[in-house]
């Protein structure tokens, strides 16, 4: 069984290597040399952990070959996966299906007979139906499947929730598309992972309602957040107590600066969007995006409001990406948050293991640290917004004694009460009690 991934992004390139892994021969395709050139020497093009090691075994096994000639890798393809970007448009929030709609037409032009073609991207309700009779009108006569196979992969884990998942989502239109797949996971359902095989139309619902639930859940939780800061409690305790009911569950209830990344906020627009299109109007998830919009300003505004109390002229942010383990900074809360810190008359000096590169590009006026204690010198307000590591483990005291003001906003809730004695410090974080505001 041959394999052709077309896209390597985040969710092509990640499935390209792991199919490989499952030991299928796989090509990936890219129309950026640059990428494909990067990758033919090795080189992963994103940061992703384990998937060096994987790509590295792979490659040389010659399970896994990169290039940019889509029309000969198709060819000789009996499974073809389309992992193109569909990036929101700008203005109604939809979902821009320009790159599926390329490479399905380059893929009609040169696939054989009976080839399986699987859109992986994350594409609304219709695309796959879609896409069908646009392949058929290309090649009529000429028979293919059509199958939507949606990911659940999270940036940071995505090795291993692909080598992993909870579940895998199949929406077929024939037979041979289902047998296909069936045969690609065939190493995973060895590990008893449950394969939902069903409609088109079924499993591209399933890929946006999952995630325009779990930012619900995320939205839902930093909403409790604000209702602890006003009534003196604290939304760990309360997630804690609330996800112990099977019911509603214990993940996603962390409680921070508003979700951000490639898929959340892209997600539930184009979502709500096609509520708005189909007349079925989606409007808890339409509220999802605006509370989300607002409370990266919100948590913007409690700093700057701080920063007047106290004269404060200068904040460290300890992490851009929107979450740890990832060098993605795509809609990550700090790129709402520092421009508005910068209106404000603020000078920002910043720190992020991995991100910093991506964060030149689209920050600018920014000093730039080797490290958070670099980054806190002289600081009066420090600002940690995403929960890497390295910021879990900050010797406090040296911290405070670094900074020239006392004030960490700590937005991942990452510290306790025990973590700041002695330390002089007034910590502000999310839905907790204040500690060490002198009385
Ligand atoms: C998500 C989905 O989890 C994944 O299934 C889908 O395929 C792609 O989108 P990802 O974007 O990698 O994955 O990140 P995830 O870990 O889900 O976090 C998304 C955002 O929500 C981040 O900004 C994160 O900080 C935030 N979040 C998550 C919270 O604020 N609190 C939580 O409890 C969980």
């Not at 448009?89 to 979902?95: N, S």
């Not at 989300?292 to 409001?305: D, L, P, Y």
């Not at 920014?366 to 002289?378: D, I, L, T």
Request: aromatic content about 6%; some cysteine.
């Amino acid at each position: 069984m041959k394999i052709a991934m077309i896209g390597t992004g985040y969710v092509g390139l990640v499935s390209g290597v792991c199919f490989a892994e499952f030991g299928f021969q796989v090509t990936c395709v890219d129309k950026n040399p640059a990428i494909i050139e990067r990758l033919q020497a090795g080189e992963v093009t994103i940061f992703e952990p384990g998937l060096d090691d994987l790509l590295d075994r792979n490659a040389k096994d010659g399970r896994l070959v990169f290039t940019t000639d889509l029309a000969t890798t198709v060819a000789d393809a009996d499974v073809i996966f389309i992992a193109v970007g569909t990036p929101s448009r700008r203005g109604d929030g939809e979902a821009d299906l320009q790159y599926i709609h390329a490479a399905a037409d380059e893929i009609a032009a040169a696939m054989k007979p009976d080839a399986v073609i699987v859109i992986k991207s994350t594409v609304v309700v219709g695309t796959n139906a879609d896409v069908r009779a646009r392949i058929a009108k290309a090649r009529p006569g000429v028979a293919f499947s059509m199958v939507s196979n949606p990911e659940f992969l999270r940036e940071g884990s995505a090795v291993e929730d692909f080598l992993r998942p909870d579940r895998v989502v199949v929406g077929v239109h024939d037979e041979a598309g289902a047998i296909a797949m069936r045969r690609v996971y065939r190493p995973l359902y060895l590990r008893e992972t449950p394969m939902i095989v069903t409609t088109l139309e079924n499993a591209e619902i399933i890929k946006y309602a999952a995630n325009a639930f779990l930012a619900m859940k995320v939205t839902f939780i930093n909403e409790v957040a604000d209702l602890c800061e006003k009534a003196g409690g604290n939304v760990q305790d309360v997630a804690r107590a609330i996800g112990m009911d099977n019911r509603i569950g214990s993940k996603f209830l962390h409680a921070g600066p508003g979700f951000g990344g490639s898929c959340f906020p892209k997600d539930t627009r184009a979502y709500a969007a096609t509520g708005r299109k189909l007349d079925a109007p989606q409007t808890l998830i339409e509220q999802v995006v605006s509370i989300n919009e607002q409370r990266k300003r919100s948590m913007a505004e409690r700093v700057i409001e701080a920063a007047q109390k106290h004269g404060v002229k200068s904040v460290a942010v300890l992490g851009i990406a929107f979450k740890p383990n990832t060098d993605d900074i795509r809609e990550s809360p700090a790129l709402d948050i520092i421009p508005l810190l910068q209106k404000a008359g603020l000078t920002v000096r910043a720190h992020d293991p991995e991100a910093r590169t991506a964060a030149e590009q689209v920050l600018s006026g920014v000093n730039w640290c080797k490290s958070a204690y670099e980054a806190v010198e002289g600081a009066g307000i420090t600002l940690l917004l995403t929960e890497w590591n390295v910021y879990r483990a900050l010797d406090l005291k040296r911290v405070a004694s670094l900074m020239d003001g006392n004030i960490l906003f700590d937005l991942r809730n990452v510290y306790s009460g025990q973590d700041l004695d002695g330390t002089g410090l007034e910590y502000h974080s999310v839905g907790r009690p204040l500690i060490g505001r002198p009385s």
